[in-house]
């Protein structure tokens, strides 16, 4: 498109898939009896995911309040930087508040725990994680979430939100970068 440059995308897990995914891991959740749930969304990778999570949740009967949050911890290319920045934080007073962390994918497990310990400290009476993907073998610092969608392998994972160095966030499907 710009460059000439595209990658080669495969499939990894369809939009059905993910569909039937979302549903479940929204009646996991309405399940789990969640009193004045607030939901953090952490940007920009979870935007996706979340929309389409909110909407099963009210579906299965759930009717969260969603803040946003801004954290990176990548560059543009396909590494992590390491360090978890805050850019943009929540509008909302979590003290004393049932959260709900939802994220893209849990990789070193960095940004997880960045954002599960900010939001305790600040008086959350409990904090719980919802996770779309999870890379198990990546895990560097000691963080599991409680609600996942599909654990996948090392793949440098695109689409359904999450981006190549900004782009490729519309797939509506979950693909890998062909050769990574
Ligand atoms: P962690 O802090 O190492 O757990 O990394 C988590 C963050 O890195 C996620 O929220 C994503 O934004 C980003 N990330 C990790 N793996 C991928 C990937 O395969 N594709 C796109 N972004 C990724
Ligand atoms: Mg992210």
Redesign the pocket.
């Known amino acids: 498109m710009t460059d000439g440059a595209e990658p080669v995308v495969d499939v990894l897990i369809s939009e059905d898939v993910i569909a039937e995914r979302v549903t479940g891991l929204a009646k996991d959740i309405a399940g789990s009896e969640p009193e004045d749930l607030l939901i953090v969304v952490?940007l920009?990778?979870?935007f996706v995911f979340a929309a389409d999570l909110i909407r099963a949740l009210d579906r299965a009967g759930a009717k969260p309040r969603v803040d946003f949050m801004t954290?990176?911890?990548?560059g543009e290319g396909?590494r992590?930087k390491g360090a978890?920045t805050l850019s943009r934080d929540i509008s909302e007073d979590v003290t004393g508040r049932h959260v709900l962390i939802v994220?893209?994918?849990?990789?070193?497990?960095?940004?997880?725990?960045?954002a599960r310990d900010l939001l305790s400290g600040r008086g959350a009476v409990s904090v719980k994680t919802c996770l779309m993907?999870d890379?198990t073998e990546?895990?560097?610092v000691p963080i599991e979430a409680d609600f996942t969608g599909f654990e996948i392998g090392d793949?440098?994972?695109?689409g359904y939100g999450?981006?190549?160095a900004h782009r490729y966030r519309g797939l509506p499907y979950i693909g890998v970068v062909r050769g990574d």
């Open positions: 952490i920009k990778g979870s954290l990176s911890s990548y396909m992590s978890v994220d893209d994918i849990l990789e070193s497990g960095r940004t997880l725990l960045f993907l890379k990546k895990r560097e793949q440098f994972v695109i999450l981006d190549l």
